[in-house]
């Protein structure tokens, strides 16, 4: 190892970055999560004592005020938060299939079972999903005032998504509870109703995504493991189908009959096909945010100032 020059190290890496990744590689390079010394390890290697990988110190070394790289003001808030913005949602959904389920044995003469509790379940879950939805608008102090408003847009809209969901299955469907196989005379109510809160998600999704996409980085840097920043776009390609298995639903109504009972059955088709790929996909984005909470709560992820950690060693261990 050639002999390298501490003190002269963070004043030369502030004026090229560079300069300080080839000398750092060369000569002394400290975990930013741990501080281990990675000296000799290849940069596609992860961190033998903490499993942080070479490039997530470099990227500190690279930008120190990468967004990625600021701690959050609240580790522990914003990992329950975000999983319990993916959980809640998760338990609304699968709220919507017992309810559906039920109604297929009700149909079929199995059960009477029309469990209204389940649909205040689902709210209950919506509820606990716009809290968890709350702790993503400033996550840390890096976020720009229009992803918090972005943020806010996102969860603002779960109010009016929760008096939908409300109106639909604690009004609507305790009124007609078959909407499935034999919709009641608000038909079209219901479908309207359904296209609106499809619309709401969409736009919680795209109010929540850059956030979310924005914590889901950080798992990135800090471990090899690659997160599947897909999962939020597919989860609104599966309400695209669904709304319009919906839409079908509503040309029923102004079609003659011999067209509207194949459409009835395309329709319903659709929407299950929607269904299934929407839950699908919420499942993924709960996986994801269960990946996550190590990261997030980790500690030192925060990576406050690698130099400042290099810094202190190399004058610590005297360059050596
Ligand atoms: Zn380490």
Not at 36 to 54: D, F
Not at 211 to 219: D, I, K, N, P, Q
Not at 244 to 262: H, K, Q, R
Request: aromatic share 6%; hydrophobic share 50%; charged share 15%.
């Amino acid at each position: 190892m050639p002999p390298e020059e501490p003190q002269s190290e963070h004043e030369s890496g502030r004026l090229n970055p560079e300069a300080a990744i080839a000398r750092q590689l060369t000569g002394e390079l400290y975990c930013l999560s741990c501080g281990y010394n990675l000296h000799g390890l290849s940069i596609r290697a992860s961190c033998p004592e903490c499993g942080v990988p070479v490039r997530a110190t470099i990227l500190g070394i690279v930008d120190p005020h990468a967004d990625e790289l600021t701690p959050l003001s609240f580790p522990r808030l914003s990992a329950i938060g975000l999983c319990a913005w993916s959980f809640g949602a998760l338990i609304s959904v699968v709220v919507v299939w017992l309810l559906r389920g039920a109604e297929v044995l009700r149909d079929m003469g199995f059960a009477t079972w029309n469990p209204t509790f389940l649909a205040w379940t689902g709210l209950i879950g919506l509820i606990v999903s716009m809290l968890g939805a709350m702790t993503m608008i400033r996550p840390h102090r890096s976020v720009t005032r229009w992803e918090a408003l972005r943020s806010s847009i996102g969860v603002s809209m779960y109010a009016a998504l929760i008096f939908v969901y409300d109106a639909i299955y604690l009004g609507h469907d305790v009124i007609a509870p078959s909407p499935l196989f034999s919709p009641g005379g608000d038909a079209l109510g219901r479908s309207v109703l359904r296209i609106a809160m499809f619309l709401l998600v969409a736009g919680i999704v795209w109010g929540l995504r850059p956030s979310a996409v924005g914590l889901a980085v950080r798992s990135v840097i800090v471990r090899t493991g690659r997160v599947d920043r897909q999962s939020m776009m597919a989860v609104l390609a599966s309400l695209g189908i669904a709304t319009l298995g919906d839409m079908l639903s509503i040309a029923t109504l102004y079609t003659p009959i011999s067209v509207a009972e194949v459409l009835e059955i395309v329709s319903v088709v659709i929407i299950s096909l929607g269904s299934v790929l929407f839950t699908v996909g919420m499942i993924n984005i709960c996986a994801d945010t269960v990946r996550l909470y190590p990261v997030l709560v980790r500690p030192g992820v925060g990576l406050s100032d690698i130099f400042e950690t290099n810094r202190q060693k190399s004058r610590r261990t005297n360059g050596i």
